[in-house]
């Protein structure tokens, strides 16, 4: 009796061994590939229960999520062979976990090392066709896309999708950051001196303008008041030789008077004789009696 239940045990212990090792699960996190005697037998597998040979078939996982590599930084020749240091990093995904284990043994370390090399392959290519002002002020976001667009197309034979490169640091050597800062504090005087000129010319036109315009405007105010002033002055002679056609003893007396006044306003004396035309006033009897 005791040697049945010790059977029953046993083979119940064993269906549960080789039941487990029947079954795997997937989490949706990872990508699964079934190997049987080292090669691969399936690897698209969805996330839940699958069902395996046991002691036939071995399951290898892999992360199936964004991983992200941050490169050490290395230095770059520029288009002008100057040095610079650029820190990047790197973020990347298995793609095909069958070639991905293929190429790479399904060894992350050496899908990481392929990548730092394939990134820094592409970033020296790239820094080669640009100046350091190109690389400190230009596009980064054109530069990189290039970039992937050249790596991808080599990381694509590893099963391996490169989805994005950030640079986060360009740095200058000591040697080369003189020299870059001297290039553009000139570059940046020359812009300052051509702004400047182009000033210059502008207010002088300006002023041409305003001076020409100034000229116009005085020579069109004096033909104008030189017109008001002969249309007055005639106006004032049409007056006066009314006035004198209506009454020429009078008039006469009026100018007379006036001239009188002008002379002799103020205190200096004049001595003179009373006679002539023009004292005929005083001296005239028939003056004397009006």
């Known amino acids: ?52 040979m046991p002691f036939v078939n071995q399951v ?20 002008e062979k100057k040095n610079v240091i650029v820190d990047s990093f790197i973020l990347w995904r298995i793609e095909d976990v069958a070639q991905y284990f293929r190429a790479m043994s399904g060894d992350e370390e050496n899908a990481r090392l392929r990548l730092s090399q394939i990134i820094k392959d592409g970033l020296r290519a790239e820094f080669g066709r640009r100046t350091i002002q190109e690389v400190v002020s230009g596009d980064r976001e054109q530069m990189v ?6 790596a991808n197309e ?16 360009i740095d200058l050597p000591s040697e080369v950051s003189e020299s870059v800062f001297a290039r553009m504090q000139a570059e940046r005087e020359r812009v300052a001196k051509d702004l400047r000129s182009r000033g210059a010319e502008e207010a002088e036109k300006i002023r041409s303008d305003a001076d020409r315009q100034r000229t116009v405007l005085l020579a069109e105010a004096r033909r104008q008041a030189e017109n008001l002033r002969g249309d007055g002055d005639a106006q004032a002679t049409e007056i006066y030789a009314d006035a004198y056609s209506q009454d020429e003893s009078f ?13 002799f306003q103020g205190e200096d004396l004049l001595v003179i004789e009373p006679t002539g035309d023009f004292f005929n006033r005083f001296s005239s009897e028939s003056a004397l009696t009006r």
């Open 251 to 263: 008039y006469a007396l009026y100018r007379r008077l006036n001239a009188y006044q002008n002379i």
């Open 1 to 52: 009796m005791q040697s049945r239940l010790t059977l029953y045990v046993f083979t119940a212990v064993v269906i549960l061994v080789l039941l487990s090792a029947s079954v795997f699960f997937v989490d949706e996190r990872e990508k699964v590939i079934l190997l049987k005697l080292g090669q691969i037998e399936r690897s698209d597998y969805e996330p839940g229960l699958h069902f395996k």
């Open 154 to 169: 080599t990381a694509s034979e590893f099963g391996i999708e490169i989805l994005n490169v950030r640079i986060k640091r």
């Open 145 to 150: 896309a290039e970039l992937m667009q050249e």
């Open 60 to 79: 290898r996982r892999f992360d199936g999520r964004i991983l992200s590599l941050d490169a050490q930084p290395a230095r770059y020749l520029t288009g």
